[in-house]
Nanobody, 118 residues
């Protein structure tokens, strides 16, 4: 069982920055790839960024160069630094633990709202 708790969402102006954090706890959490997904109004949930247990990162094309995912292995925390935010980044952001090929379940956090608006 893995528990994921997101924090750091809020209201920010276009062009601003925000950092999301996800605290992961539970069995073998260090083996998981930790991802951020988002779901905007009227949209399906989409992958934003991910980081593997070996620190490999991947990003959705629309956030490359603006978002940075990082992982604190000692604290089992993953961060998403978001810069140059746009109105289209407005969404509920979810932390996701992906077993990445291992015979384990995946898990979701409860989500945190990010609103980009002037």
């Amino acid at each position: 069982q893995v528990q994921l708790v997101e924090s750091g969402g809020g209201l920010v102006q276009p062009g601003g920055s925000l950092t999301l954090s996800c605290a992961a706890s539970g069995s073998r959490v260090s083996l998981y790839r930790l991802d951020w997904y988002r779901q905007g109004p009227g949209n399906e949930r989409e992958f934003v960024a991910g980081i593997t247990a070996s620190n490999r990162t991947s990003y959705q094309e629309s956030v490359k160069g603006r978002f940075t995912i990082s992982r604190d292995y000692a604290k089992n925390t993953v961060h998403l630094q978001m810069n140059s935010l746009k109105s289209e980044d407005t969404a509920v952001y979810y932390c996701h633990a992906d077993p990445f090929g291992l015979p384990l379940s995946d898990y979701w956090g409860q989500g945190t709202q990010v609103t980009v608006s002037s």
